[in-house]
């Protein structure tokens, strides 16, 4: 409760610190795994980031926007492939987001950047 009260209120910080207690306790769950990756992805904390949002997707807690946000934090981390993968999957939960459908239009933008 502590741990949802400061991330409701944007203490991003103070939340993923309570999330972190209740891992360590034993006491985490899906619920919590995502949480805390939302709570490092507000921050920009990309490393820790992508490693609970992969605990939160091999835990079976995904949304549409999990998947885009894990992505994000991997397309951070200069781990395409990866982020592409996740892309994917956003895209089949949510084909008419706009993200989506851009992503749908040109999915290997990435290396045509990497060429400019």
Known sequence: KTADKHFNRLEYVEAAEEY?????????DAYVYK??????????NYK???????????AG???????YRYAE??????????ANKQMRKFAAMAPN?????IFN????YLAKLKKQ
């Open 105 to 108: 239009q040109d999915p290997n």
């Open 97 to 101: 987001d706009g993200r989506a459908v």
């Open 20 to 28: 972190l207690e209740l891992v360590n306790d034993g006491k985490a």
């Open 48 to 58: 820790e980031a992508v490693k609970w949002y992969k605990k939160t997707v091999e």
């Open 73 to 82: 934090m991997l397309k951070a981390s200069t781990r395409y492939k990866e």
């Open 35 to 44: 949480q805390l990756a939302d709570s490092y992805y507000n921050t920009f």
């Open 61 to 67: 807690n995904t949304d549409a926007q999990t998947h």
